[in-house]
């Protein structure tokens, strides 16, 4: 097993190369639905837990330990902003007009703008497994408990740093550039 903060960085790098080899009008496409992924966890956030407490207070009892529903909502939480991460990279994507520039300057503005999508998904998807205890019982791929290092960076992820009036400011912005002539 690895430390969770090196494949966090593996990954993110990843994305960069992925960037590079897709141009940033289609990486831009992801960004916008990486942040509107965001903005629907955001606010399904608070709900989830409300309904895990009507349940239990009309059942009057708990059906689930916590680290039952830890694993529940950490699987719930990661499989929907895998499955927008993938609708957003397969087939027909969102993708922002204009060409990209040619060169060395098209692949760096590639480069960083998959390092953002990187950092944006999978520091989401660390998060949640942070949120949620790591409650995915025997599939966890990461060591605990986590370095020092790596409790560290916890509170630069991005939904720890990416509030909802932020969140929906930068997608307006995003749309509004995407529909721009």
């Known amino acids: ?63 689930l330990s916590r680290p039952d529903i830890n694993a529940i909502n950490a699987l719930i939480f990661s499989a929907i902003l895998l499955l927008i991460t993938f609708a957003a990279y397969a087939g027909q994507t969102f993708y922002f007009p204009g060409s990209p520039k040619k060169g060395r300057v098209g692949s760096l503005i590639s480069f960083t703008n998959g390092l953002v999508n990187g950092y944006l998904i999978v520091g989401s998807l660390w998060h949640y497994l942070d949120k949620f205890s790591y409650g995915v019982g025997a599939w966890t791929l990461v060591t605990l408990p986590l370095t020092p290092r790596a409790q560290s960076l916890l509170p630069y992820l991005p939904p720890a740093i990416l509030d909802f009036p932020f969140l929906a400011g930068l997608v307006v912005v995003l749309m509004i550039l995407r529909i721009r002539r």
């Open 1 to 63: 097993m690895v430390p969770i903060e090196v494949l966090w960085i593996v990954l993110i790098i990843l994305f960069g190369f992925i960037g590079m080899a897709r141009g940033y009008p289609r990486e831009l496409g992801v960004t916008t639905m990486s942040l509107i992924a965001l903005l629907a966890l955001n606010l399904l956030e608070p709900r989830l837990q409300r309904l895990e407490t009507a349940l239990e207070s009309i059942l009057r009892v708990n059906i």
